[in-house]
């Protein structure tokens, strides 16, 4: 196993820490301003993606289901967790970008530098970040077909055309546009809203039957 996946393992990355190192610019040390609005609500639904793929929750329609409460570990994941399971929306507007930033580079995969408008995000180990696209290469090609973390990962992307555009070239376009069939059909925000509105529902006429 080379250093990346070793460091990838002990550091046991999130689809949303891998998202966000995927889109990454190594030119401007950050992400492009373009991707971002895209780039926030993504983010997002990596972790309830990573939620669902950790056995935690599930998504009917109109409704969502908590399989398993205990924290993760992850601040983001656990946070994620608490949120949908209190009913409240994830969506949200905060910055989410700058913190899932500054948690990685507490982990000593970025190293925050001053700049003028903002802060730059330098890459410490590019073999961490080399790593995740092999990983996505390696299931493109068919090598590891039950990568399910790949297959979400490129269905962000896919889904999400402005990170697509933007992304630098780590994986070729043949190899994208192969990917293309295995992409996945995501968690939407409008699914997630919707299954909320029903825990609301729910909770609102339990509180009405306990004042009865």
Do not use: C
């Not at 990355?13 to 301003?33: E, G, I, N, R, Y």
């Not at 409460?69 to 009913?87: A, E, H, V």
């Not at 905060?94 to 899932?100: E, R």
């Not at 990962?153 to 697509?164: D, F, G, Q």
């Amino acid at each position: 196993m080379d250093r990346g996946n070793q460091h990838m393992l002990k550091l046991e990355l999130t689809l949303a820490d891998k998202l966000l190192l995927l889109v990454w610019d190594k030119a401007f040390s950050t992400v492009p301003l373009l991707v971002r609005p895209s780039l926030g609500p993504a983010l997002k639904i990596a972790m309830i993606e990573d939620l669902k793929l950790r056995g935690k929750l599930s998504l009917e329609p109109g409704r969502l289901v908590i399989s398993d409460d205990k924290p993760i570990g992850d601040p983001f994941l656990d946070d994620m967790l608490r949120t949908l399971k209190s009913g409240k929306s994830p969506f949200t507007p905060q910055d989410i970008i700058w913190k899932l930033f500054d948690h990685l580079a507490d982990k000593e995969i970025f190293r925050r530098k001053r700049a003028l408008l903002e802060n730059q995000y330098l890459l410490v180990n590019p073999a961490v970040r080399q790593a995740i696209v092999d990983q996505i290469r390696a299931f493109v090609s068919s090598k590891d077909a039950d990568d399910k973390e790949s297959q979400l990962l490129l269905s962000l992307l896919i889904t999400r055309n402005p990170l697509l555009a933007f992304i630098p070239p780590i994986i070729p376009l043949p190899e994208v546009r192969n990917a293309m069939g295995k992409k996945i059909a995501l968690v939407t925000k409008g699914e997630v809203e919707l299954a909320l509105a029903g825990i609301k529902k729910a909770k609102d006429e339990d509180r009405r039957r306990r004042h009865k």
